[in-house]
Every structure is written in C-alpha cells, then in structure tokens.
C-alpha cells in the first residue's frame, strides 16, 4: 500500500494541471480580497473566512477528488493496480489516505494564504483570528475528507467519472446533508448533529472550545469506516473493465 | 517438455445466460511465443482478464508458473497490456516511474532500457499526445516492468497502420530475443501472429478449438500441385520413374507437395507416357483459410 501512495503522489505531483488550477485560484481569491478591501473591518480576516471556506470543500476538494479517484477511472487505472496483484482494499485504502494527506496539506496552506492576503491589504490577523481561521478550515477539511470518502463508494461501484464527480458535488454543497437534515428534521431536529456537518461542528467545538469531542470523533471515524468498507464490497463485487 | 509457465484447466466465464469462456484448457510453455487467435468476441480479452485476476472465472483453475493458490503473488510477476491505459497528462518516463514506485521497482536504469528497447527513450510529450503505435509501445514498456517471466499483449498490433504492424512485429520480436520472457500475444489476425507466434492456439465463442504449433501450422498450410488423371497408378509409376517422390494419391488426383514451380515439365511427362491430363493447378490453403476452416465460416463477428 505504502509503493501506491508513493506512486499517487509521485503522479499528483507531475500533474501540472494542479499547479496552474491552484495558481489562478489564488489569483481568483487575491482579486476578489482586493475588490473586498475598502471595507475591511477588524472582523473581516475571520468573518470572510467563515464565509469564504464553504467554498472549499468544492474548490479545493473537489479538485482534489478528481486528481486522486477519477483521474483513475478516466486513465482506466484501476485495473492496472488490480493486475498488478494489488488488492481492491489496498486501492481503496491508499486513496483515501492519498486524498486525506494532500486536502491536509491544502487545508493548512489556505488559512495562510487568506491570512497573508488580508495583511497586504490592511487587515492583519492578530494570533486568536489566526486560530479560529485554522478552525474553520479543520472543519471543512474533515467535511471534505469524508465526502471524499462516501464519494469513493461511488467511484467503485460504477466506475463512472461523472457519477462520481456529481456525487461528490452533491455531497459538497451539501445537497445530500440539506435533504437527509430535513428527512430528519421530521423525525427528530436532533438527529441533524449526527450528519457530516453537524458532526464536524462538534468536533471543531470540541477542539476550540473543549468540549466532549469523543462521540463525534466516533461518529466521524463510523462514517469514514463504513464509507471504506462499502466501497471495498462494491470494488470487489465490480469486474474491472478495459 | 519445458515447464508451463500459464495453465489453465477448464476455464469457463458466464455472464448471465452467455458463456464467454467455455472450459479453455490450455498450455504456454517457458519462452514461447503463443499466439492467441480468434475472431473479434471469440473471448480472448476474457481470457486474459481472468489470467491476470480482473474478471473471476465461473469455473476452472488458472496456475501461473506451476502455482494455482496464491495468484496474487504470481501476477505480480506477470506484465500485461490490455489496451494501454496511462494518465494522459504523464510523458512516458513519467508513466514508467509511475508504475515502477507501484510495482516496487526502483526506476533507475530500468525506466531508461525499456524506453530504449521500444523506442520511446527522448520522447517528452504526454501521452495523450502520442500516436496509437506510441501508446501501444509504452503499453508493451510498461508490461515488461520488472522483467516479468510472463507477458501478456491483447491485441497489440489492433489499430495500426502498416508500418506500424511492421513496426510492432519487429517490436515483439526484439522484446522475446533480449528478455526472453514468454509472451502471449492475441490478435484475429493470423497471418500478422504467424510471423512472431511459436505456438497458436484457437478460440472461438468462448472455445478452445486447437492449440497447434508454428510447424504444424505450416505443414497443414503448404502449397501442393494437383493433378487429375485417367490413371493415377500409372500416372503415379512414371512421375517416381522422373524422380518426383512424396506423391498422395487421392481419387484420380495425384498431390505433389514439390516441383510446384515445374508444373509444365511434369505435365509433359504425363502426356508423354499418354495418360490422359483431366487437370493441373495449385492449391493454396492460406492461414486464414485454414483459420476460417477451424473456426466454421466467415459468419459474423
């Protein structure tokens, strides 16, 4: 599994697709903070960020989920790694560790980079601004990696490069969550917190404020868990095409 | 009798009510080149999808070097190339590197000789720039990774022009001279397999129909003179009395399978010692016809 994710970034990174993707990103992000600049408050480098981060999820990990999964699919690449005698739960396993890492190392530098920004226009981040930037960012990162997780079902079990990517996308805007919460909500408001979104809130509370995290950890670590393991029942059951 | 380097015993693959694979049973031995014929869905890219543990079998047993229970390790000493399939974006060092850090191989030396031996070492560009001749050679690099004692090609010379058939046959050629590794090649054409192939085996719906080699092959190939006659005993007497040996007599026609380019002489001979000439031509049995013989007719793909 190790010689996979050794393989998948070596692949990710001399995809140059993902550098210019994220430069003009960063582009995108610089120019609207500048348009954004004549009113900034002392509030806005977290504000914006609360705001901003939604957006995430898709930009980021979306990007992300493609480069990792359906680039894959596209290439016809998971029967390559099958072929090569490499077991279907192994594929599924270092995906998700591949797409894990890389949105961790995308979430850690975005925080940075809006921090950075706002200082070149005027709205330095004092170090509790910092923290709850990071924060809201540790949330999205959790949300991303789990619908990347719950997406990878998808990817196995179809094989199909747009079904994957509008499950993930569906999952990201939180379309899949919006319905599940209001199928929910007429059961019981409460069983909302036990969805992706209400668990990673919890969670970031957890973290921030020190709250109980355990339950929510748990609940989190279920969700991944079962997603992984569906997706190695379906992969398994899939005969791989050419 | 060599070691078998692939086995399979009554290999059978159903989907639904239709058998793809209906008990193949069959044999390649350590550094053949066997070929795999059969017409387009006769079942060869099934064939090798259950070999190299994409599709599992309905039924039978496959032994990758002697070995039936832990398959999983057997392929990884096994190349393949179905179609080639590469990140579009990756140049073909950047392909092999990959596939070297999945398979575990370390990439120095081996990336450079394989690029070379299929003449892709100096190409930058990325593969979804490349022509389908590039793609099916990085296919055949990328299957020899770690020099496997087993490599499987489905189709490799499908698609191509006909420098690029010559090319590919060269190819196929050079890679069994310097590796030595055994090779199973398919295609539906018999004639392009016949100038690479040491041993054929033919499929067709899913059957294995014969397993033959390059030398049976050709003898149930060979041209012949065919002569018919009034009197094939004495026509039979005066052509051995003319040195012409190796004669089948079948009804009143005689079959020479030498002097074929002497039809003139021989027919002066017979003539000579008045036998009456009803005919004289060549037959040809064609490796297609012998082909299309086996496998029943020229109905549908």
């Not at chain 1, 994710?5 to 960063?26: M, N, P, Q, V």
């Amino acid at each position: 599994m190790i010689r996979l994710i050794r393989g998948e970034f070596y692949r990710l990174l001399h995809k140059k697709s993902t550098y210019l993707y994220f430069a003009l990103l960063a582009v995108g992000y610089f120019l609207v903070a500048f348009v954004r600049s004549g009113g900034f408050t002392a509030q806005s480098v977290v504000d914006d960020a609360l705001n901003a981060f939604v957006f995430l999820p898709v930009l980021v990990g979306g990007f992300l989920f493609a480069a990792v999964y359906t680039d894959d699919l596209n290439a016809r690449n998971l029967a390559v790694l099958v072929g090569f005698g490499i077991s279907k739960t192994k594929v599924v396993l270092a995906k998700l560790v591949c797409a894990a890492v890389l949105n961790a190392a995308a979430f850690a530098l975005v925080p940075l980079f809006h921090v950075a920004v706002y200082a070149l226009f005027g709205s330095a981040a004092t170090t509790d601004a910092l923290g709850s930037v990071y924060a809201v960012a540790f949330k999205f990162y959790l949300t991303t990696v789990a619908f990347s997780a719950l997406s990878g079902i998808v990817v196995y079990g179809l094989q199909r490069t747009t079904f994957a990517v509008v499950a993930f996308v569906l999952l990201a805007f939180n379309v899949v969550s919006g319905l599940a919460a209001s199928l929910f909500g007429l059961i019981d408001p409460a069983l909302r917190d036990h969805l992706i979104p209400g668990i990673t809130d919890r969670i970031v509370s957890g973290v921030v404020f020190g709250s109980p995290v355990a339950g929510a950890l748990v609940e989190y670590i279920a969700y991944v868990a079962f997603a992984v393991a569906v997706s190695a029942v379906v992969f398994h059951r899939k005969e791989m095409e050419f | 009798m060599t070691q078998a380097v692939l086995r399979t015993h009554a290999l059978t693959k159903k989907y639904g009510g239709s058998c793809a694979l209906d008990g193949v049973s069959l044999a390649v031995y350590e550094g053949d080149i066997y070929g795999l014929v059969g017409r387009n869905g006769a079942g060869k890219t099934t064939f090798f999808k259950c070999v190299i543990g994409l599709c599992r079998p309905s039924a039978g047993e496959i032994e990758i070097d002697g070995d039936t229970g832990r398959l999983s390790v057997s392929r990884r000493r096994t190349g393949f190339m179905i179609s080639p399939s590469f990140f579009p974006y990756l140049d073909p060092r950047e392909s092999l590197e990959y596939l070297c850090r999945v398979k575990g191989i370390a990439p120095a030396g081996e990336v450079d000789r394989l690029l070379g031996l299929v003449g892709l070492a100096g190409v930058r560009k990325p593969f979804k720039s490349f022509s389908l001749g590039m793609k099916q050679r990085l296919g055949i690099a990328g299957a020899l990774l770690g020099s496997p004692s087993l490599v499987v090609l489905d189709e490799p010379i499908n698609g191509l022009d006909p420098q690029g058939i010559i090319d590919m046959r060269e190819l196929i050629k050079n890679v069994h001279a310097q590796t030595g590794a055994t090779l199973v090649v398919s295609s539906h054409i018999l004639s392009e397999l016949d100038m690479v192939a040491t041993r054929f085996g033919f499929i067709e719906q899913g059957v294995l129909l014969k397993e033959i080699s390059h030398q049976d092959l050709h003898a149930r190939t060979k041209k012949s003179l065919v002569i018919e006659v009034d009197d094939v005993p004495k026509a039979c007497a005066l052509l051995n009395a003319a040195g012409i040996e190796g004669i089948a007599a079948k009804g009143d026609q005689l079959v020479l399978q030498s002097h074929l380019d002497r039809a003139p002489w021989v027919a002066r001979i017979l003539v000579s010692g008045n036998i009456g000439l009803k005919g004289l031509h060549r037959q040809e049995t064609t490796l297609e016809e012998y082909f299309m013989q086996l496998v029943g007719g020229g109905h549908g793909d």
